[in-house]
């Protein structure tokens, strides 16, 4: 299949877009509609397997219940964390307004 | 009525015949467990530390980092689940992928679509069962506090977010569209709660937000069998809130529908203020979260021991106990809800089995030890009080005096009465203060003997007077109706 070859179209690429809240020009779309038609492709050749008979897999480790006790350890110093905020203010992460609605 | 594809309700299409509606709620409710520290990292899990102090890479988000999961929170989630009569069950975690300030991964660890608690109930005081889809496992976000604009999301400034919150592990409780009204979706909240404590899984506060309630609120014609367009109300920080939003929420739909207009799917704000909901967003802008299974945990699948040992180590729950002491004193189970959500219910079980009489024990639970902590009150010695009351020995303005001496100092009823002066006044003392009051009130006196049960009251009260309170009630009640030929 081609790269446009529908199996994703520049819509679904906006609409993926606008969830990631990222701004795309015309230009863009069609580059990355191109390039995730190709992902997408890859992808499908394990559509040729024959999985007659396997198991869904969760997870490639043969492993459950991994778990910890539920004990303190020491996280972060504030300072060095807020070093990493594009600002702060009342020792908390300052952000743009959020646009569009709380999930 | 009529719901098109697009799921939305309209209203029925005769004009003019009134027709009778359904309310039909189902809620969600999110609580935070009660754990030393978050889901999948080690920071501790605190309510109102200075902000952003119990953080680290994990919670954070940052690159690299890798999530483990805390087996109480898992071990409390399962309790909870036992407890609701859930099957538990092996699960899995997904990613929710959304991109908001308070959740710094840009996706939230949850259950999707094999959650660890299934198909369960709760059982509410008046003996309804409400039914519980699923209880999952998932984590909390951070908290962000809006700068300028008052406060409102779409107005503000900008945001300031404190992560201490995030990965905080929480269980989402789903019941099913089993609720019919405000008043019982509030008391869904208050059994819920009480489950929550009796589990020791959450500390269940609305007011802290350690316990949040959206309310998913429909209506449709009574006797229908298929539901309505439903409307999302969130912001709902009490149960009364919950009961004036949902009683609200109805309301609007059933104008609605009943102007020939249509309910829109829609997600709703409750404004406590104006008393009215608002619409945050509709279904057409709901989010899309495109989950997948997260690659960096493995699943969870509690053996048989491990469920077996949770079970075993739950302690008798509300609706257990409601129905122990209602058996014990031979009354319903939603007459004996307050005691049980006092803590009272082992103190009346004990006095009864010292010789406590039932009827009176249950009163002074529900009305005169209201705060009291239970092992305040020696069993034996509450006991002996109802037994002076129906002998007689003492009126219940009496008993209540001699309680709150036995509450604050304890001691021996009988002695505590004496005391007080509490004497049980002979027959014929009180026949005789009898005759004095009807001699006295000759108009009422006559009312009362044409059959005016009005004035009962006021000749017990006269009585009541002249004795100083040591007369028994029932006893002045039976005076007046043989003095009367009654
Ligand atoms: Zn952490």
Redesign the pocket.
Known sequence: MGAMGGRISRDDVAYVAGLARLELTDDELELFTGQLAAVLDHAADVEALDTEGVVPTAHPLPLANVLRDDVVRP?LDRDEVLKAAPAVEEQRFRVPPVLGELP | MTTTQDGITEGPATEGTATEWETVVGLEVHCELATAT?LF?G?RNAFGDEPNTN??P??LGLPGSLPVLNRQAVELAMRLGEALGCTVRPSLFHRKNYFYPDMPKDYQISQYDQPINVDGFLELPDGSRVGIERAHLEEDTGKSTHVGGGGRIHEADHSLVDYNRS?VPLVEIVSRPDLRSGEQARAYVNELRAVLLATGASDARMEEGSMRVDANVSVRPAGSSTLGTRCEVKNLNSTRSLGRAIEYEARRQIDLLTAGERVVQQTRHWDEADGRTHVLRSKEEAFDYRYFPEPDLVPLAPDDAWRHAVRQSLPALPADRRRRLAAATGVAPGDVAVVVERGLDELVLAALDAGGEAQRLLVHAEHDLAGEPADALDPAALAALTRMEVAGQLTATQAKAVLAELVASGGDPAEIARAKGFEAMADDALAAAVDEVITANPDAWERYQGGDAKVTGFFVGQVMKATRGRADGKVVTRLLRERAGA
């Open positions: 996280g | 978050k990292c920071c953080v680290c994990v919670c990965g």
